[in-house]
């Protein structure tokens, strides 16, 4: 029973820190440029393909975690400076678009670079899973846990802390009062994009031994970790990590007493409960009217 | 020109001549069937475009309501024996009331609520239609008896083709009737300022639902003759690519414009029928593609046609 529900609530856990980074991830971007990308779950498919590709070319495992890494950030800079800067005036509508565009655009090219394959990593501290109080816990679930607890700690020292964070700040709060103390907005843009696609990079490489990839899963989790966003309340950090795990929680709870087939139905059931409730989300600042 | 391109009538003799005219033109069976699936998508865009042109929502699931009108018409007739005509009817009358009862709930928010609810009910339904093998048949989906009318299986794509056409010239007016009523006035007003068509007494909430309501009717409607023109269906017709291909086509073609619609869905249907060629690289280049136009045609084609003819011959046009 209580071991039960252990299983339940790791798993869940673990799937809910994926949304969560995916969720932070488009937080960051939307925070400073104002655009929803949905792209996002394509960098969290480059993290787990390049990674796989790269290892099976011989290349030892923590060089082939950097190369994906280096990779995600690349084409996150490539993305923008390619697709949202050109037409950075456009309506929001028309900018999610292109970002749909975009993730055409990546999963096509990974289909060509890669293959259609399912693929999956060993885990980095092997397969066996733990005895914990009756449940069995992969240690690669731990590895997630861990992993997205330090991009989390990482990310906000980050904006606190560094001078290019508060720069990010700047640039969201406004755009030109920062142009105009001498923030070069392209740059900080440019790294924003570059850090978004980096985090969930991370991300695909640590879930991709449990979930296993192919260059089709970024749809699903850019759907998902939208979800979190919304459920969490747009532009807080804090509440799209929330919202990730709610989300991964409520999937792998209701998976395990309800149904697993409708599973994500009851996830999305869920976030439209509480937006009825909270319109504004779990953590989000009431919505006042912007002049 | 410009100016007839803004005529209601000039709009719809626009629509039909170029219905008539291709049909006349078009050399086999392939192209016909190619035509039909433009006039069919054309009638869902009309439909979103009326919500995301005109009410300013956006709907990330509007596949879902094809989905709905899809399966109606192969499920009804062929597990409870009803006719394929009532069955679109049903199909359109439960689209229509779903809408309505997310739609009510939803729109009293302020944002882009609609966005994430109808996001869910798109996955929600193709879910629904891939699990529940026993009656739809999973995700090999399941043949659609033909459409009989008059003693006679239609089934030619030329037929359909006709048939699609009808209907959407049918839905131009209807839109058109729409944007002409108390309930147009009212979506123009609060397309300008929310605030402003509140205080002039109008139920902001009550208007957007309607409209959601009647871009589900459309689209249902859609996904029925899909599925009669194709005579198989899967959940992928419910798909969350089709949904944003639905949002694609009315952005492309430019929001507002009911022409525009029509554009959009022959560019969209069109293109990866050409790119089949390249197979491999069709992900890549429809990709690039909405890119391009997104950044060179940002408020879509019709509408950035109808401003370089304004420029052209400016003076006694622009009045």
């Not at chain 2, 509140?198 to 871009?215: E, P």
Request: net charge positive; charged share 10%.
């Amino acid at each position: 029973m209580l071991a039960q529900f252990l299983q339940f609530t790791m798993s869940g856990l673990t799937v809910g820190a994926v949304y969560a980074i995916v969720g932070l991830g488009f937080t960051i971007i939307y925070n400073a440029s104002g655009v929803l990308n949905f792209a996002q779950g394509e960098f969290v498919m480059i993290g787990g393909m390049v990674t796989v590709f790269a290892v099976a070319a011989g290349v030892p495992l923590p060089l082939a975690i950097l190369l994906a890494i280096a990779v995600a950030a690349i084409v996150g800079v490539a993305l923008h400076r390619l697709a949202i800067e050109p037409a950075k005036d456009a309506s929001p509508v028309v900018l999610i678009i292109i970002t749909i565009g975009g993730a055409l655009v990546i999963r096509g090219i990974a289909q060509i670079v890669f293959d259609k394959q399912l693929h999956k990593l060993p885990g980095f501290s092997g397969d066996t899973p733990v005895n914990f109080m009756g449940a069995s816990i992969l240690p690669q679930a731990l590895w997630v846990l861990g992993g997205s607890a330090l991009i989390v700690t990482l990310v906000t020292l980050f904006f606190a802390k560094t001078m290019i964070g508060k720069a990010v700040l700047a640039t969201a709060a406004n755009r030109l009062a920062a142009q105009l103390v001498g923030v070069n907005t392209s740059v900080i843009l440019a790294i924003s994009f570059a850090l978004s696609a980096t985090i969930g990079a991370i991300a695909g490489i640590l879930v991709t031994p449990i979930t296993f990839t192919n260059y089709e899963v970024g749809t699903m989790l850019a759907l998902k970790g939208f979800a979190a966003l919304v459920l969490g309340g747009l532009g807080s950090p804090a509440g799209a990590i929330l919202g990730g795990m709610v989300l991964g929680l409520c999937e792998s709870l209701s998976a395990g007493y309800l149904s697993s087939t409708y599973k994500d139905a009851f996830a999305f059931l869920v976030m439209i409960a509480v937006l009825l409730v909270m319109p504004s989300g779990l953590l989000g600042k009431p919505s006042a009217e912007r002049v | 020109m410009a100016r007839l391109i803004n005529n209601r009538w000039a709009e719809l003799a626009l629509v039909t001549g170029l219905i008539v005219l291709a049909g006349l033109l078009l050399p086999s069976n392939y192209y016909f069937r190619v035509g039909a699936l433009v006039l069919i998508s054309a009638i869902a865009a009309v439909g979103l475009n009326l919500l995301l042109g005109f009410a300013g929502q956006v709907s990330l699931g509007h596949a879902g309501f094809v989905g709905i009108g899809a399966y109606a018409v192969a499920l009804l007739p062929t597990h409870w024996g009803v006719p394929t005509l009532a069955s679109i009817f049903l199909g359109a009358a439960f689209s229509g009331v779903l809408a309505l009862a997310i739609g009510r709930p939803i729109l009293r928010l302020k944002g882009h609520f609609l966005a994430v609810a109808t996001l869910g009910l798109g996955i929600l339904v193709a879910m629904v239609l891939t699990n529940e093998a026993r009656i739809t048949g999973g995700p090999d989906g399941m043949p659609v008896p033909r459409l009989e009318l008059l003693g006679t299986r239609i089934r030619a794509p030329e037929a359909w083709y006709w048939i699609a056409g009808g209907t959407l010239i049918i839905s131009i007016v209807f839109a058109q009737n729409l944007l002409n009523s108390s309930t147009g006035r009212a979506l123009r007003a609060l397309h300008d300022s929310e605030v402003a068509a509140r205080a002039a007494g109008i139920n902001v909430a009550r208007v957007k639902g309607i409209v959601f309501s009647i871009s589900a009717v459309y689209a249902s409607i859609s996904g029925s003759l899909l599925a009669l023109l194709n005579g198989h269906i899967t959940p992928d017709t419910a798909s969350f690519l089709n949904s944003i291909e639905l949002v694609t086509m009315v952005v492309l073609g430019g929001m507002g414009s009911l022409v525009g619609s029509l554009v959009g869905a022959a560019v969209l249907v069109i293109l990866p029928q050409a790119l089949t060629v390249f197979h491999e690289y069709e992900h890549l280049l429809l990709g690039s593609f909405i890119i391009a136009i997104m950044i060179f045609l940002r408020d879509g084609i019709v509408p950035t046609l109808r401003k370089a003819l304004l420029e052209r011959k400016a003076p006694e046009d622009r009045v």
